[in-house]
C-alpha cells in the first residue's frame, strides 16, 4: 500500500520593528520579565491599540517578494480563547482580508525543483510567554504581548520531510534577506506549526493533525517524519485518524496529544472594533516595491548561469544577504572579471566562513574586506603559497590585525621560488626519505604527492608548490 503525506507549514515570524504591532513598548528580547509591557499589550479597560505601519510594510514587503496579491483594503480581527499569557482573551489577527495573498516560493534539494504555493501572509500580535517548572507553580512574563508576527501558511504542497525542511530554510533565507526578521528560531522570532495528513495513493488528503513546538529546522523534519507514520499505522489498522493538535515531545522524539483541533468558528472571530480598515494602495505598493533588493533565488541563479559558480556553493553565498555582501565586497575591491571569481567564492565559502563560524558567533565575519582582499591578491601574485595565506588568515582572526603583507614578513611565510634555496630543501627530503624515493624510480610514481608535501612541511609552507613540482619531476627522472 502506498502512503502519499500532505503537508503544510504555517510559519510566524517576529518582524524586527522597534514597537510592538500596536502600542509604543520598545520590542526587545531578552529583558526582565514583565518590564516591557503598557495598558495596550496588558489588555486594561479603556486603552486603545494603534497599528505600526513598519510592520505592514515589511510584510507587503515579504508579500511582493514571493508574488503574492496586496489587498488594497484590509482589516484586523479579533480571535478569541482563553490561555493564561493572553491577558486580553483575545488575539489581534486577520481573519477574511488578509493582507497578502496567493504567490508562492521555489526549493530546491535531492527532490530537485519544486514550487511551493503560498494561500496568505497576514499579521498579527503575540502573546505571552508560559514559564513551567518554578517550584511555586507556572508563572507568567508578558513582555512579548503584542510583539507583531507575520504569519505565512503554505499550501498543502509539500510532500516530504526533505521538502518541509527545504522551504522552511528558504522562508528564513527570505525574511532575513529581505531584513525584515532575524531568524532564531532559539529566540522563538521565527516558529513553525505543521498540518499533516496522509492517505493512500489516488484518493483525497486525509485528516489533518496540527504539530505545535516546533523550535528547530531538524526538528519540523524528525515531528512530521513521526506522525506520518504514526498515521500510517493508524490507517493500516483501519482506525480513524483524529482531528487534533499534538505536541512535539523532542526528548521523547513523539507527538502527543494536546487538544482536540479548533476551527475557525471555535475562535468566533469577529472585526477589531477598535482599529479601522487599512487602505494599502498602489502608491505605497509602489514604494515599497522600489525597495527590494535582488532577491536570493534571482542572485543565485545570476551567480551559477552566468559566473559558473556551483550550485552547492550558490546556496551558501545566498544563505545569508552579510555573505553576499562580503562576497560581492571582495569583487569589487579586487576590481576583478570573471578569473577571480573562483577565488573568492573558495575564499568565502572556505576560510572566512570557517572562521565566521568559530570566532563571529555565526553571524558576522571576522576579517574586514579589504585585508581579506589584498591577502588573496598576495597569494594570486604568487608571494604566499596556499597553506601560508590560510595561517595568514588566521593570524588576522584571532588577533584582529589588518595587515596581511606585514604578517607574512613577520612570520617568514613569503613564498620561495627561488631554484637555489628549493634544490636544497628538495635534496634534503630526498636524502631523508630514500625508501620512497626507490619506489618512486620502481613505478610508483603517484609518490610525487608525498615529496611535494615534504618539501612543503620542511619549507613551512613556504615554497612555491608549483614550482616543487616541476623541480621534482626533473630531479626524480634523473
Not at 10 to 30: D, I, N, P, S
Not at 52 to 59: D, I
Not at 314 to 325: G, K, N, S, V
Not at 386 to 399: C, D, F, H, T, V
Request: hydrophobic share 35%; proline share 5%; net charge negative.
Amino acid at each position: 500500500m502506498t502512503i502519499v503525506p500532505t503537508i503544510g507549514l504555517e510559519v510566524h515570524a517576529q518582524l524586527l520593528t522597534r514597537t510592538k504591532m500596536f502600542c509604543g513598548c520598545v520590542a526587545t528580547y531578552g529583558e526582565a520579565p514583565n518590564s516591557r509591557t503598557c495598558p495596550v499589550c496588558l489588555g486594561l479597560p479603556g486603552a486603545l491599540p494603534v497599528p505600526n505601519r513598519a510592520a505592514v510594510e515589511m510584510a507587503v514587503k515579504m508579500g511582493l517578494a514571493c508574488g503574492c496579491r496586496i489587498a488594497e483594503r484590509t482589516k484586523f480581527d479579533r480571535k478569541n480563547y482563553f490561555y493564561p499569557d493572553l491577558p486580553k482573551g483575545y488575539q489581534i489577527s486577520q481573519y477574511d482580508l488578509p493582507l497578502c495573498a496567493g504567490g508562492g516560493m521555489e526549493i530546491r534539494g535531492d527532490f530537485g525543483v519544486k514550487r511551493i504555493g503560498i494561500i496568505r501572509i497576514h499579521l498579527e500580535e503575540d502573546a505571552g510567554k508560559s514559564i513551567h517548572g518554578d517550584p511555586d507553580g507556572s508563572l507568567v512574563d508578558l513582555n512579548r504581548c503584542g510583539v507583531p508576527l507575520m504569519e505565512i501558511v503554505s499550501a498543502p504542497d509539500i510532500a516530504s520531510t526533505a521538502e518541509a525542511y527545504a522551504y522552511l530554510m528558504e522562508i528564513r533565507r527570505l525574511v532575513r534577506w529581505l531584513g525584515i526578521c532575524d531568524g532564531n528560531l532559539e529566540e522563538g522570532s521565527l516558529r513553525c506549526d505543521a498540518n499533516v495528513s496522509v492517505a493512500r495513493a489516488g484518493e483525497p488528503p486525509g485528516t489533518p493533525v496540527e504539530i505545535k513546538n516546533l523550535n528547530s529546522f531538524h526538528g519540523v523534519e524528525k515531528a512530521l517524519q513521526f506522525e506520518m507514520e504514526r498515521q500510517t499505522e493508524s490507517l493500516q489498522r483501519g482506525e480513524p485518524i483524529m482531528r487534533q493538535t499534538r505536541l512535539w515531545d523532542a526528548a521523547r522524539g513523539e507527538t502527543r496529544v494536546m487538544r482536540t483541533k479548533e476551527r475557525a468558528d471555535d475562535y468566533r472571530y469577529f472585526p477589531e472594533p477598535d482599529l479601522v480598515e487599512l487602505d494599502v494602495g498602489e502608491e505605497l505598493q509602489s514604494e515599497i516595491a522600489a525597495t527590494l533588493p535582488e532577491l536570493p533565488w534571482q542572485h543565485r541563479r545570476r551567480l551559477t548561469d552566468y559566473f559558473g559558480v556551483k550550485a552547492a556553493d550558490a546556496d551558501i553565498l545566498t544563505a545569508d544577504r552579510d555573505i553576499t555582501d562580503y562576497f560581492e565586497g571582495l569583487i569589487l575591491y579586487l576590481d576583478g572579471g570573471g578569473e577571480v571569481i573562483p577565488v573568492v567564492v573558495r575564499w568565502v565559502t572556505g576560510e572566512a566562513m570557517r572562521w565566521r563560524k568559530e570566532l563571529g558567533g555565526g553571524e558576522r565575519f571576522v576579517v574586514a574586506i579589504q585585508p581579506t582582499a589584498e591577502l588573496i591578491r598576495l597569494e594570486a601574485e604568487g608571494r604566499v603559497s596556499g597553506l601560508a595565506a590560510k595561517a595568514i588568515y588566521e593570524e588576522m582572526a584571532q588577533s584582529e590585525r589588518g595587515d596581511p603583507e606585514a604578517i607574512m614578513r613577520e612570520k617568514g611565510l613569503e613564498q620561495v621560488s627561488d631554484e637555489g634555496e628549493l634544490e636544497s630543501v628538495i635534496k634534503k627530503v630526498l636524502n631523508e626519505n630514500t625508501s620512497e624515493l626507490g619506489r618512486y624510480r620502481q613505478g610508483q610514481t603517484k609518490l610525487l604527492g608525498f615529496f611535494v608535501g615534504q618539501v612543503m612541511k620542511v619549507s613551512g609552507g613556504t615554497a612555491d608548490p608549483k614550482r616543487v613540482g616541476e623541480m621534482l619531476k626533473k630531479m626524480l627522472e634523473k
